[in-house]
């Protein structure tokens, strides 16, 4: 009996929902694996999906939305040996699991803690509440490959975002192996979308969008790239989230910043009854 050939596999970009190969055809090697190389035209499909997501996303109940973030951490629990065996230290893919766990948590909390009722003059009721940006590009920082991929996705996502996230081209294997996990738990398609490839050619693309709303630089380790895409996100009065890069300790207590920074405060005012 002849010996069998494994079946090899490609690791695709995922769309609005979706595994679709990049529209040019070019793909890159990693690990001996055949990865998808975003173009700019990807990027673009990416952000029609990411809005297509936001109307029904931002309006499932927050409840609703946290119980999906606890899916995902419960799917990737049984996926843990998957990511070991694609290099992830084991420990990371545990931090990687309670950190969706945590935001998760906060999904039914933001607008008890970030919104309430203003004292105002007059006979009216006066209510801020926080709400999502809309669309968001983000860039994955390179390590922890896994730990870093949810810790920027899972705060954008949790409040009612959808993204468009630019995965490490240096670490893509697990960033397209979590979009696997996302598929089968019950996150909407378009809700998150991954890029594969050169951030370089993607990234301006999104930073230039009009249709997309916020960006976050953490992963852009080049000073003169990020600061193109601060203009280029300027242009078009992008939101930019662009943290100090040297020794951030992903497995430290994540904090609220990345989450209240891509809310926006919606205030209503309303008469009291008599």
């Known amino acids: 009996m002849s010996e069998r050939v494994a079946v090899r596999k490609t690791y695709k970009l995922y769309i609005g929902g979706k595994f679709p190969r990049s529209e040019s055809g070019r793909s890159y090697i990693v690990q001996d694996a055949n990865v998808a ?4 035209k990807d990027a673009r499909d990416a952000v029609v999906a990411a809005r297509a997501a936001v109307k029904g996303w931002a309006g499932t109940t927050a409840y609703n939305r946290g119980q999906v973030l606890y899916r995902v951490a419960e799917m990737l629990e049984g996926r843990r040996e998957q990511f ?14 309670d950190r969706w766990v945590w935001y998760a948590g906060w999904s039914d909390k933001l607008a008890q803690v970030y919104g ?41 996502i949790v409040s009612g975002n959808t993204v468009v996230v630019a995965a490490s ?16 738990s019950d996150l909407p398609g378009g809700v998150v979308n991954l890029l594969t490839g050169k951030i370089s050619e993607t990234v301006p693309t999104l930073a230039a969008h009009m ?53 926006e405060t919606k205030t209503v005012w309303h008469p009291k009854g008599v």
């Open 37 to 40: 190389l975003s173009s700019r």
């Open 211 to 263: 249709d997309v709303n916020a960006i976050d630089l953490t992963g852009v380790a080049d000073a003169g790239l990020a600061a193109e895409l601060e203009i280029k996100a300027a242009e078009n009065l992008k939101r930019v989230l662009r943290p100090a890069p040297a020794d951030h300790d992903w497995f430290a207590d994540p904090g609220v910043t990345r989450m209240t920074t891509l809310l």
């Open 84 to 97: 070991v065996a694609l290099g992830v230290p084991g420990e990371e893919v545990d931090a990687a699991i």
């Open 116 to 156: 309430g009722a203003n004292p105002v003059a007059g006979p009216y009721f006066n209510i801020s509440a926080p709400e999502p940006t809309g669309v968001v590009a983000v860039v994955a920082p390179e390590r922890p490959a896994l730990l870093g991929l949810v810790s920027v996705i899972a705060p954008a």
């Open 169 to 184: 081209p240096a670490e893509p294997l697990p960033a397209i192996t979590l979009a696997e996990v996302l598929a089968t």
